[in-house]
Nanobody
Framework: QVQLVESGGGLVQPGGSLRLSCAAS????????MSWHRQAPGKEREWVAT????????FYADSVKGRFTISRDNAKNTLYLQMRSLKLEDTALYFC?????????WGQGTQVTVSS
């Protein structure tokens, strides 16, 4: 059974940091391109960052570039998102996504709230 379980979300003040994790099981994690997406209330889901299968290439949305770092540990079947200098507009439900060819799986999300 495929599972993607996000964790690490919470309430943080502007300028603070959080690290999200996504634990994968039920498939060969190292074969999948992994991404983070987010969805704020009343808005469409948007792409945040992507890491290739070996973790050697990372891509970021302009809105998070220089503040967020995506990484993966294939030995632990885990995806990470280190978030720094958080802003109010980073408040959203954060999802991890696994993609291999036409196969796509999503996690259930973890809530990040940035508020003073």
């Amino acid at each position: 059974q495929v599972q993607l379980v996000e964790s690490g979300g919470g309430l943080v003040q502007p300028g603070g940091s959080l690290r999200l994790s996504c634990a994968a099981s039920g498939f060969t994690f190292s074969n999948y391109v992994m991404s983070w997406h987010r969805q704020a209330p009343g808005k469409e889901r948007e792409w945040v960052a992507t890491v290739t299968t070996a973790g050697s290439n990372m891509f970021y949305a302009d809105s998070v570039k220089g503040r967020f770092t995506i990484s993966r540990d294939n030995a632990k079947n885990t995806l990470y998102l280190q978030m720094r200098s958080l802003k109010l507009e980073d408040t959203a439900l954060y999802f991890c996504k696994a993609v291999l060819n036409t196969q796509t799986w999503w996690g259930q999300g973890t809530q990040v709230t940035v508020s003073s």
